[in-house]
Each structure stands twice: as structure tokens, then as C-alpha cells.
T-cell receptor, first 111, second 115 residues
């Protein structure tokens, strides 16, 4: 079955440093979504990427979808304490409607 | 809309007891998903429904788990009998598509502890 791997599992950064998490799928994806889960909370949708090579930005967050539509990344510039949480990628293949979630990257931002 | 509503928020039960988790999806959403989250296994899809019909239950761990969706506004996940290894946070999510955006809206989750 489809597998989605995400690295790193944990990342500690000083406030103001940049942060990147990477996502790789065993199969070609029709789209990839990113979610953020605050400690004790539930996953909240951030963005969806559909096109090969697509890049989208949300303020300090930059999302990329690989040319082969098998990998993706999330980059946060100048992290803030409000960025703390676990970031998940989630991919869908073909006409499948279910999302396969990566293992997540837990981000800690030290003030 | 109040979002996806799950109940109870917390459940503590003894091994062997039956547990029922409840979910009310966002009105108008035609897909409903049940996920389980643990430290060891992350977020796992258990089952999902489309228009109240179960489409894929391959993630349901074993026969002790069952899910129903009797109507568009209600779903249950039942574990009978429960075991300590079922302890996890269970999330319900719903999504709406006719458009291209297929984001899932998650409920607050039910934290289940089986002792």
C-alpha cells in the first residue's frame, strides 16, 4: 500500500531560525496536503498542492510539490513560538479519497 | 457551523468493556473518516464513508472494531471488547467535495484509555 515518510521526526530550533520538513511518498500522488497539530489539539488543514512543481506561500511558510509528485517540503522562515506543533503531510493517490498521513515532524521553538 | 463534533472527549474504561465513540460531521460534507493516533503508529485511517456507505475499512485493526453511519449527520465507532492496546486518540474528520479542495476537517478527538 501507499506509504508516506516524513523527516525529521523531531526538530528543535531557536526562535528566528528556519525550519524545513520533508515528505516522500512511495507512489505518485494526485495531491498533497499539509496539516498542523498543536500540542493537545487536532490536525488543522494548512494547504493543498496539486500541480507538479507547485510552490505556494503563506506568509513565512513555503510549500513545494516535487516535479515527480512524489515528494514535498514545508519551509518556515524565521520561526516564532507560535509555530510550535507537529506538521503532517498527507497524500492521496489516483482517484482515492482517503489521505495517507506521514509520521509528522514535531517542531519545538526555543525562545 | 460548529465544526466536526465528537463525544465523549475523554473515555476511561476497563478492559473487556464496550466503548462507543460518536461523531457529527459538518453539515453537507459527504465523506467521513475515522482515524486513530498513537505515538507509535501516528495517524492511521481506520475506515471512511461516502454518502453514509463504508468505502474502505481495511484499516480497521480487527473484528473488535466496527463503525456505522446510519445517516448523514451521525457516525459511531465501537470497540467490543476493548483492550489496553486500544488506548489512543480517535479522530473523526469530514470533507466536502465537489471542488478540487479536499481538505479534511477534524474533530477535537476522543482520548480513550483502557485500563
Amino acid at each position: 500500500g501507499q506509504q508516506v515518510m516524513q523527516i525529521p521526526q523531531y526538530q528543535h530550533v531557536q526562535e528566528g531560525e528556519d525550519f524545513t520538513t520533508y515528505c516522500n511518498s512511495s507512489t505518485t500522488l494526485s495531491n498533497i496536503q499539509w496539516y498542523k497539530q498543536r500540542p493537545g489539539g487536532h490536525p488543522v488543514f494548512l494547504i493543498q498542492l496539486v500541480k507538479s512543481g507547485e510552490v505556494k506561500k503563506q506568509k513565512r511558510l513555503t510549500f513545494q510539490f516535487g516535479e515527480a509528485k512524489k515528494n514535498s517540503s514545508l519551509h518556515i522562515t524565521a520561526t516564532q513560538t507560535t509555530d510550535v506543533g507537529t506538521y503532517f503531510c498527507a497524500g492521496a493517490s489516483g482517484s482515492a479519497r482517503q489521505l495517507t498521513f506521514g509520521s509528522g515532524t514535531q517542531l519545538t521553538v526555543l525562545p | 457551523d460548529a465544526g466536526v463534533i465528537q463525544s465523549p472527549r475523554h473515555e476511561v474504561t476497563e478492559m473487556g468493556q464496550e466503548v462507543t465513540l460518536r461523531c457529527k460531521p459538518i453539515s453537507g460534507h459527504d465523506y467521513l473518516f475515522w482515524y486513530r493516533q498513537t505515538m507509535m503508529r501516528g495517524l492511521e485511517l481506520l475506515i471512511y464513508f461516502n454518502n453514509n456507505v463504508p468505502i474502505d475499512d481495511s484499516g480497521m485493526p480487527e473484528d473488535r472494531f466496527s463503525a456505522k453511519m446510519p445517516n448523514a449527520s451521525f457516525s459511531t465507532l465501537k470497540i467490543q471488547p476493548s483492550e489496553p492496546r486500544d488506548s489512543a486518540v480517535y479522530f473523526c474528520a469530514s470533507s466536502f467535495r465537489p471542488g478540487k479542495n479536499t481538505e479534511a476537517f477534524f474533530g477535537q478527538g476522543t482520548r480513550l484509555t483502557v485500563v
